[in-house]
């Protein structure tokens, strides 16, 4: 048995394997890179040579990018934006949902564009009181339209231009895309809006997410933390004029608690800036303590209501408010805690303490499993306190902070460090990999994410699968096997450049709805090379039609993380992706035979 032969038995191995989908897609790709050694194709040496290769690390950076957008902030607040735009109209909310998928797809990738915004797009639906699975399944698909609009959009686009550059050919550019990603994008949307409605099922599943955007407000009601509040004025003369929040915390005593300070319009938090005349401070503790406190800081009270000031104050982008209850069997169990007590680093305050969903008030209760702790602090520590044994958190900082907090300070940073990486990436002043890990650095090493926060961001399935099918791709090659089926669809297309253009768009598409996109790319990628160059045409259109069939992942909910993603939330069957899917996958027909031989001529 030659080599080649061997090579494409394999490969149906593998492709069954990731069709039957009873085994997991990283012991598949893994294992079919252990196999070639075993079998002959590849040297030993080579097995895992797909892990070195700059494609894995662009990948894995892009991933700590798209964590940083996130945890910052920045992808909510597009959506509150987006909310705001969007009215009551159905049609302009899909539209503009769809719009703000394809935008921040190619920025962050597909799974990370449709993990930002789909809790915002069913939020958006149930307050409209529409289907979630009329904007469920538009979300993704736009994500996958969108995903064409940049280099940095898909794995895959870095995966066909490495390909292209391996050739002998030039890399596609940064912008380069865009050409196809447009039209495509557009008849995405077209076809969503006009259609969505005939070929989308009409289905709310009864799990939803919960809408936390006013979360402060929730609690504050819940709580009842007006009852014991007060907001003060800075006067002039006041000593409160040029300290911190912090510096002037640092003073309270009497069980008086320093929540936060605002500009005298009630918007601005002041964070840690010093407080300026007209300032309004928030006190928590009992009437007199606080009346006393003012006093010593000549502090002018203000009249209700409080509640909007609160919220401000009680959850920002540096601080916010996390709900925990002792669970059972829990080493808290016996502690004594109390409304307006601090952790032993102060940097956790206790505003409430409830038992059976009523306030103890301010006298100290020894703890038992089922009381409620409501805590305020900075983000980080709210998050480490939510992961300690013995406590449940009933919303998870990361979620409160993603939905209810503006974004702040770091969110800038993380924007100034995108702009800085697609600056790079648009010039080519750095290869693509040595760009976007720069960025990832940067952005650990100026706050905007944690290490673990930036390790737990990467997909590492996505990075085993790119890695574990390289060598695959490398045997595909080395054994002819490409060259043996890139004939046969030279051969199918008869030498016409167009024909073969649509042979290899089949190809990847059929591919593509089965298995990962990511290893469709690398499987078909060394044979359209081979292809192209017994046809005797440039490589570039070839593999652009690699790319574009390999984003039409539609027809299942398995083609991509994407699809399965909004699957549950939109309450869709196996059958529902390919009514929508199937008119979708045309139009990229269309535009890959139509726009790409114009653009990149054979």
């Avoid at 007199?288 to 006093?295: E, R, V």
């Avoid at 469709?520 to 574009?548: E, K």
Wanted: charged fraction near 10%; include cysteine.
């Amino acid at each position: 048995m030659s080599d080649a032969v061997l090579c494409l038995l394999v490969l149906a191995v593998v492709i069954a394997l990731f069709v039957w989908n009873r085994l997991p897609v990283e012991l598949v790709a893994l294992g079919s890179a252990l196999l070639l050694p075993a079998v002959g194709l590849l040297p030993a040496d080579r097995v895992f040579a797909g892990f070195g290769d700059p494609v894995v690390a662009l990948i894995a950076a892009l991933f700590v990018v798209s964590t940083a957008l996130q945890a910052t902030g920045v992808t909510t607040w597009a959506g509150r934006a987006l909310a705001a735009l969007a009215g009551t109209g159905e049609r302009r909310l899909l539209v503009l949902t769809m719009l703000a998928s394809a935008l921040l797809t190619a920025l962050i990738t597909v799974n990370g564009a449709v993990a930002a915004l789909l809790p915002m797009t069913v939020l958006l639906a149930v307050r409209h009181r529409l289907p979630v699975s009329r904007l469920a399944m538009p979300l993704a698909f736009a994500a996958h339209a969108g995903s064409l609009l940049l280099l940095i959009g898909s794995p895959i686009n870095v995966i066909v231009s490495e390909s292209a550059a391996a050739a002998g050919a030039r890399p596609f550019g940064f912008f380069e895309f865009a050409v196809v990603g447009l039209p495509v994008l557009a008849g995405t949307v077209a076809i969503c809006a006009l259609l969505g409605r005939a070929l989308l099922p009409a289905r709310t599943p009864d799990a939803l997410p919960a809408d936390l955007s006013r979360h402060a407000r929730t609690l504050i009601d819940h709580y009842a933390l007006t009852r014991d509040s007060a907001a003060r004025q800075v006067p002039q003369g006041s000593d409160a004029i040029g300290a911190s929040v912090e510096q002037l915390a640092a003073t309270a005593q009497d069980g008086v608690l320093v929540l936060g300070a605002m500009t005298a319009d009630g918007h601005d938090p002041r964070g840690t800036g010093p407080l300026s005349a007209g300032d309004i401070v928030i006190l928590r503790g009992t009437p007199a303590a606080i009346d006393g406190f003012s006093d010593r800081h000549r502090l002018e009270p203000l009249p209700p209501p409080l509640d909007d000031h609160l919220a401000s104050v009680l959850l920002d982008q540096h601080t916010g408010l996390l709900e925990l209850v002792v669970s059972p069997r829990s080493s808290f169990a016996g502690m004594t805690a109390f409304a307006g007590m601090t952790d032993s680093t102060g940097d956790l305050a206790v505003l409430a303490v409830h038992r059976q969903d009523r306030p103890v008030g301010p006298q100290p209760l020894t703890l038992a499993p089922g009381d409620h702790l409501l805590l305020r602090g900075r983000w980080d520590e709210l998050e480490r306190a939510g992961a300690r044994p013995g406590v449940l958190a009933v919303d998870q900082p990361s979620g409160i902070r993603g939905q209810a907090a503006p974004p702040g300070g770091a969110a800038v940073r993380a924007l100034a460090v995108l702009g800085g990486m697609i600056a790079l990436l648009a010039s080519g002043a750095t290869p693509p990999a040595v760009a976007a890990t720069l960025s990832a650095l940067l952005l650990v090493a100026l706050g905007v994410v944690r290490v673990d926060q930036a390790y737990g961001g990467i997909s590492w399935t996505a990075l085993v699968i790119v890695g574990g099918m390289f060598p695959l791709s490398e045997a595909m090659k080395s054994s002819g096997a490409a060259e043996k089926v890139a004939h046969l669809v030279v051969t199918a297309a008869s030498g016409n450049g167009r024909l073969l253009l649509l042979a290899v768009f089949v190809l990847t598409a059929v591919l593509g709805q089965f298995i990962s996109n990511m290893a469709t790319a690398l499987i078909v990628a060394p044979i359209a090379v081979n292809a192209a160059r017994d046809a005797g045409v440039s490589v570039l259109p070839v593999l652009m039609c690699v790319a574009v069939p390999a984003a039409a992942a539609l027809l299942t909910p398995v083609a991509t993380a994407a699809n399965l993603m909004v699957m549950s939330p939109g309450g869709y069957r196996f059958g529902d992706y390919w009514r929508l899917g199937l008119p979708v996958l045309v139009w990229y027909l269309v535009v890959a035979t139509t726009v790409v031989p114009l653009v990149w001529p054979l």
